[in-house]
């Protein structure tokens, strides 16, 4: 993609994970933010909300998850929709609640398809939490949905947005669901300047947002507040024209609609180079891959994915070190959330120089495009921070022998891709290997983690979206029934 990999363009919600330890409230940032916060005109306050909650009764959208007050579906759907488009979301959402129809589902499901069933919809911790979370609910509250804040907020993975948007969509409960659209919606009617990304920005605005609830109509109304920032107020261009609240829209009426919210923006990811062998088995493994399972901890923890190394620093130039990823050892910034939180857990294959190569957020550049205009080089295209080929293969090889006692005998380049996440940015270079001298040897004889895939396999094995990218890449290229 040539792009990196960003949340989906007009995801719902930002990625929420509960926080490590309350925010501090302090008593300044908390006296601040009332203060902030409240002092609106009760015509203005009133006015939006009245005006917001009719146009939503009569504009919103038909979704599935809007079908039922299912707590348990509703849960789903907020979990889903952090850092993803609807568009993306409901096919995710039908075959999940299929495959899990009920707590109990997937409480007792085995972990494994449940990361399959999430698999290409990125963020997997959120798949993780959910699943932990749900067999609390399981075991202590007897399968239904707590509809207490103290209760449900206790969940795992659950922090204010999660737990003020179930509670009131599915329970009325008037709580407010503050995510990053709401705040922008809020910021621009409000005319507040403050900087969004600030824990006491965040804090005001549910403070006010609590306020601006109407009574009796909690799931209604924020359900409006997320429609109206998803459809009509949107980050770029807002449809102030159209909006239901225009009339006493401070923001529009100061001519900053298109310059609020105030947001600091994030440091961009660092880079890694990570070199990638894509083995293929011989013999008795001919036609199968070899895949190795992530640490039981941290990024990505416990997905399935192409043997790989990483580089030293991109700074190191091509001489710098190289480091094996230690299977078990998390990743860089080890915590999956953090890492995503604000970037799809999906990247995609290069495509070369001068090709276009990326899609819609989200989406997957076609696999066989990757490689068009690089077929019949010799190599990769190298920049100044890669080595060359023949220098990355022997690294490759010597990593995997020295860190996984893994023998690969690499044979050519075959893909670039690559892959974002909130801090780290992974460039990746694919490398066709053999298996040195135990190709065709039975799986006991590799790491415990390893394992030999034959391409009916697949659909057991859940894999982020960038090596499922590559994977499906070489099934395009050699087909699913390569001897
Ligand atoms: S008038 Fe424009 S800026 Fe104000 S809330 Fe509506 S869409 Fe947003």
């Given at each position: 993609m040539s792009k990196r990999q960003q949340p989906e363009s007009g995801s719902e919600h930002p990625l929420e994970e509960k926080p490590v330890g309350a925010v501090k409230r302090t008593k300044a940032a908390g006296s601040k933010a009332s203060r902030v916060f409240t002092e609106y005109p009760?015509?203005?306050?009133?006015?939006?909300?009245?005006?917001?909650?009719?146009?939503?009764?009569?504009?919103?959208?038909?979704?599935?998850w809007?079908?039922?007050?299912?707590p348990y579906h509703i849960w789903i759907s907020e979990v889903m929709l952090q850092q993803t488009r609807v568009d993306t979301v409901i096919p995710y959402f039908h075959k999940f609640t299929e495959l899990f129809p009920t707590v109990e589902a997937l409480a007792t499901a085995p972990e494994d398809e449940v990361l399959k069933a999430w698999e290409g919809l990125g963020?997997?911790?959120?798949?993780?939490?959910?699943q932990q979370a749900v067999r609390e609910v399981h075991e202590q509250y007897g399968g239904t949905v707590p509809d207490s804040k103290e209760e449900f907020s206790s969940l795992r993975g659950v922090g204010p947005y999660t737990s003020g948007a179930v509670l009131s969509i599915a329970y009325n409960k008037p709580e407010p669901a503050v995510d990053g659209n709401?705040?922008?919606?809020l910021s621009r009617y409000f005319l507040i300047e403050d900087d969004i990304a600030k824990p006491a920005a965040r804090i005001g605005m549910e403070k006010l947002a609590r306020d601006l609830i109407p009574e009796g109509a909690a799931g209604d109304f924020n359900q409006a507040l997320m429609e109206l920032g998803a459809m009509v107020c949107t980050p770029r261009s807002p449809q102030c024209l159209t909006c239901p609240v225009m009339d006493q829209c401070a923001g529009r009426l100061a001519g900053r609609e298109e310059t609020l919210p105030v947001k600091t923006k994030a440091k961009p990811p660092m880079p890694e180079r990570r070199l990638v062998a894509l083995i293929e088995g011989e013999g008795e493994n001919a036609g199968r891959i070899l895949i190795r399972q992530r640490p039981q901890e941290g990024l990505l923890a416990r997905m399935w994915e192409l043997p790989h190394v990483v580089l030293g620093p991109s700074a190191g130039g091509?001489?710098?070190?190289?480091a094996a990823v230690s299977p078990g050892t998390a990743e860089p910034g080890a915590d999956e959330a953090a890492a995503q939180s604000a970037a799809g857990d999906a990247g995609t294959v290069l495509a070369a120089p001068g090709d276009p190569g990326d899609a819609a957020a989200g989406g997957i550049a076609p696999a066989s495009a990757a490689r068009r205009g690089r077929r019949g080089a010799a190599g990769s295209a190298d920049s100044p921070a890669w080595g060359g080929d023949a220098r990355n293969m022997a690294l490759l090889q010597s990593a995997l022998a020295d860190e996984e006692h893994v023998d690969v005998l690499p044979q050519e380049w075959i893909a670039d891709t690559n892959h974002t996440f909130s801090h780290?940015?992974?460039?990746?270079?694919?490398y066709r290997c053999r298996l040195g001298?135990?190709?065709?040897?039975?799986?006991g004889q590799l790491p415990y983690?390893?394992?030999?895939?034959?391409?009916?396999?697949?659909?057991r094995y859940a894999f982020p979206n960038v090596f499922l990218r590559v994977l499906k890449m070489y099934e395009e290229e050699h087909g699913p029934s390569r001897p």
């Amino acid at each position: 993609m040539s792009k990196r990999q960003q949340p989906e363009s007009g995801s719902e919600h930002p990625l929420e994970e509960k926080p490590v330890g309350a925010v501090k409230r302090t008593k300044a940032a908390g006296s601040k933010a009332s203060r902030v916060f409240t002092e609106y005109p009760a015509e203005q306050k009133q006015f939006f909300s009245t005006h917001l909650l009719a146009w939503y009764l009569i504009h919103r959208r038909d979704l599935p998850w809007r079908r039922s007050r299912n707590p348990y579906h509703i849960w789903i759907s907020e979990v889903m929709l952090q850092q993803t488009r609807v568009d993306t979301v409901i096919p995710y959402f039908h075959k999940f609640t299929e495959l899990f129809p009920t707590v109990e589902a997937l409480a007792t499901a085995p972990e494994d398809e449940v990361l399959k069933a999430w698999e290409g919809l990125g963020y997997y911790s959120r798949a993780r939490n959910l699943q932990q979370a749900v067999r609390e609910v399981h075991e202590q509250y007897g399968g239904t949905v707590p509809d207490s804040k103290e209760e449900f907020s206790s969940l795992r993975g659950v922090g204010p947005y999660t737990s003020g948007a179930v509670l009131s969509i599915a329970y009325n409960k008037p709580e407010p669901a503050v995510d990053g659209n709401v705040m922008r919606v809020l910021s621009r009617y409000f005319l507040i300047e403050d900087d969004i990304a600030k824990p006491a920005a965040r804090i005001g605005m549910e403070k006010l947002a609590r306020d601006l609830i109407p009574e009796g109509a909690a799931g209604d109304f924020n359900q409006a507040l997320m429609e109206l920032g998803a459809m009509v107020c949107t980050p770029r261009s807002p449809q102030c024209l159209t909006c239901p609240v225009m009339d006493q829209c401070a923001g529009r009426l100061a001519g900053r609609e298109e310059t609020l919210p105030v947001k600091t923006k994030a440091k961009p990811p660092m880079p890694e180079r990570r070199l990638v062998a894509l083995i293929e088995g011989e013999g008795e493994n001919a036609g199968r891959i070899l895949i190795r399972q992530r640490p039981q901890e941290g990024l990505l923890a416990r997905m399935w994915e192409l043997p790989h190394v990483v580089l030293g620093p991109s700074a190191g130039g091509p001489d710098a070190p190289m480091a094996a990823v230690s299977p078990g050892t998390a990743e860089p910034g080890a915590d999956e959330a953090a890492a995503q939180s604000a970037a799809g857990d999906a990247g995609t294959v290069l495509a070369a120089p001068g090709d276009p190569g990326d899609a819609a957020a989200g989406g997957i550049a076609p696999a066989s495009a990757a490689r068009r205009g690089r077929r019949g080089a010799a190599g990769s295209a190298d920049s100044p921070a890669w080595g060359g080929d023949a220098r990355n293969m022997a690294l490759l090889q010597s990593a995997l022998a020295d860190e996984e006692h893994v023998d690969v005998l690499p044979q050519e380049w075959i893909a670039d891709t690559n892959h974002t996440f909130s801090h780290l940015y992974w460039d990746m270079k694919v490398y066709r290997c053999r298996l040195g001298g135990s190709a065709g040897a039975p799986a006991g004889q590799l790491p415990y983690r390893y394992r030999w895939m034959a391409p009916e396999e697949m659909e057991r094995y859940a894999f982020p979206n960038v090596f499922l990218r590559v994977l499906k890449m070489y099934e395009e290229e050699h087909g699913p029934s390569r001897p």
